[in-house]
């Protein structure tokens, strides 16, 4: 999971003319980092049915401490079929997923 967090963290870091890192501190007054995306002036053309996925991961997701979250994350599909530290090919795990 770490590798994960990293690349992440790594992808913000050198990306500031896109993304911003705001210092904070979590629920128990330990320093966190929020990592936001900068307003672009570009348009996004996504269909209805993107746009439902999303408006729903982020309807389960949104009220979920970190610990929920990854648990969430660790027992989708994907990620409980594959192996540790391995990338996803989430269209062949779709479409495997599909067939059953």
Not at 16 to 28: A, L, R, V
Not at 43 to 60: A, H, K, N, R
Request: charged fraction near 30%; charge should be negative.
């Amino acid at each position: 999971m770490d590798l994960f967090v990293w690349a992440i963290k790594d992808a913000v870091e050198n990306n500031p003319d896109i993304f911003e890192i705001k210092k904070t501190k979590n629920s128990y007054g330990e320093k966190k980092d929020l990592f936001k995306l900068k307003k672009h002036n570009c348009e996004y053309s996504l269909s209805d049915q993107e746009i439902e996925s999303i408006d729903f991961v982020i309807d389960v997701t949104k009220d979920l401490n970190w610990s929920e979250f990854i648990r969430l994350v660790y027992s989708t599909y994907p990620v409980a079929s594959s192996e540790r530290y391995t990338n996803l090919n989430l269209k062949e795990y779709a479409l495997t997923y599909d067939r059953h």
